[in-house]
Structures are given as structure tokens and as C-alpha cells.
């Protein structure tokens, strides 16, 4: 079974600064199927990236994706009041499913 | 528009049943699995399993498995996941979510990350 593992928990930055969020897999996995989600309070979460690096349909390229092997990477260039929420890494397997990691708290500074 | 569009909050007691659904429409019901995530209070998703409305081929993930059903009403585009006796610990909301497709290099279709995800259900189970 996979286990993603994000970092930092919780990450305290101000609009306008530059986030890089971490995702570590546990074994090595296809960057075809790593995507990363955002969720603000109330809602339901969003795809704002998929095969590591591709966004989503109506995703600014303030985000962007990296990564391959074990370690993946969520980066938003420029912060803005909308971003601060919480984010989560996930990965498709075809013969287990679904996994997500335990997600990363964006908080403003 | 795509749009999947989940059944409102539900409030039960432990030992009652349940069925909640997810309809979706602006697109072919039959063609595109439905995936369902569990989210506890104040904690993160967490998959539950996928079912192909078109012919109910189901997949769980191990840790609900025996513990929730998925089924699907094709006439009415719409899935559905229930449980025959909830406990206080199924407290959570629950989304349905359908993954993106793209074709390899083969030219079969294969699925990946959740595109499209309902509004959520609230399930409260307390005595």
C-alpha cells in the first residue's frame, strides 16, 4: 500500500509570497497519475493539477506541479487570499485505488 | 455543464439505515465511474471505492469493504452509497467524485484524478 506523506502540516506565508508545498510517496510512483487538490472551508475539494504536472481546466499558472519517483512538489508562485486553504496530494493506482496524503494547511501569516 | 448533485444532510442513529446519492447530468451517465470520499470531521479525503454506473462493476478500498455498498440507477443517473447499520464513528461528509479520462498511447481509456466532485452530504449519526 502506498502512503503519501505531505509537509510541512501547516505552512504560515502572507499574499503575494511564493509556496511550496512537499508530497512524499512511500515507493517509487507513476507521475502519470499524482494529482494535487485544493480545499477551502466549506467546499468541496478542487483538482488543480494532474499527472504531477498538468493543470486542471480553469487553474491560473500561478500553480504548478513537479516531481517524479517519490517526491513531488506544489508550488504557487504568488499567493493570493484565495489560496489559503487546505491542500491535498493524491495518487491512482490501477490495482489499489485511490490514495490521498493527510494535507497541508496553508494559513495566512 | 458536467455537475454532480448529492442528496442533503442526513441525521440517523446508530443501527438505522441509509442510502445517500449523487446525480449527475450535462454528460453520459454510463460511461464514467463514480468515485466516493469520506471526510471526517476536521480531518482529511480518504477513497472509499469507484463504481462504473454502466455496468455496476464496484471496486472498495479494503478499509471500507463489507462496511458500505455503491450501486447505481442507470434510468436515473444517479449512484448511491448506504450502509445497513451506521455507527457514530460513519459521522462525516461524504463526496462523489468522477475521474478525468484521457486515452494512452494505445488508445484505451484509462482514468486518474477526481475532475468533478459533488457538493457533499452531511451524515450525523448520534443517539
Known amino acids: 500500500e502506498i502512503v503519501l506523506t505531505q509537509s510541512p502540516g501547516t505552512l504560515s506565508l502572507s499574499p503575494g509570497e511564493r509556496a511550496t508545498l512537499s508530497c512524499r510517496a512511500s515507493q517509487s510512483v507513476s507521475r502519470d497519475y499524482l494529482g494535487w487538490y485544493r480545499q477551502k472551508p466549506g467546499q468541496a475539494p478542487r483538482l488543480l493539477i494532474y499527472?504531477?504536472?498538468s493543470r486542471a481546466t480553469g487553474i491560473p499558472d500561478r500553480f504548478s506541479g513537479s516531481g517524479s519517483g517519490t517526491q513531488f512538489t506544489l508550488t504557487i508562485s504568488r499567493l493570493e487570499p484565495e489560496d489559503f486553504a487546505v491542500y491535498y496530494c493524491q495518487h491512482y493506482d490501477t490495482s489499489t485505488g485511490y490514495t490521498f496524503g493527510q494535507g497541508t494547511k496553508l494559513e495566512i501569516k | 455543464e458536467v455537475q454532480l448533485v448529492q442528496s442533503g444532510a442526513e441525521v440517523k442513529k446508530p443501527g438505522e439505515s441509509l442510502k445517500i446519492s449523487c446525480q449527475g447530468s450535462?454528460?453520459?451517465?454510463?460511461?464514467?465511474?463514480i468515485g466516493w470520499v469520506r471526510q471526517m470531521p476536521g480531518k482529511g479525503l480518504e477513497w472509499m471505492g469507484i463504481?462504473?454506473?454502466?455496468?455496476?462493476?464496484?471496486y472498495y478500498s479494503p478499509s471500507f469493504q463489507g462496511q458500505v455498498t455503491m450501486s447505481a440507477d442507470k434510468s436515473i443517473s444517479t449512484a448511491y452509497l448506504q450502509w445497513s447499520s451506521l455507527k457514530a464513528s460513519d459521522t462525516a461528509m461524504y463526496y462523489c467524485a468522477r475521474p478525468r479520462y484521457y486515452y494512452d498511447t494505445n488508445g484505451y481509456r484509462k482514468i486518474d484524478a477526481f475532475d468533478i466532485w459533488g457538493q457533499g452530504t452531511v451524515v450525523t449519526v448520534s443517539s
Open positions: 463504481i462504473y454506473p454502466g455496468d455496476s462493476d464496484t
Open positions: 499527472g504531477a504536472s
Open positions: 450535462g454528460y453520459n451517465f454510463l460511461n464514467y465511474w
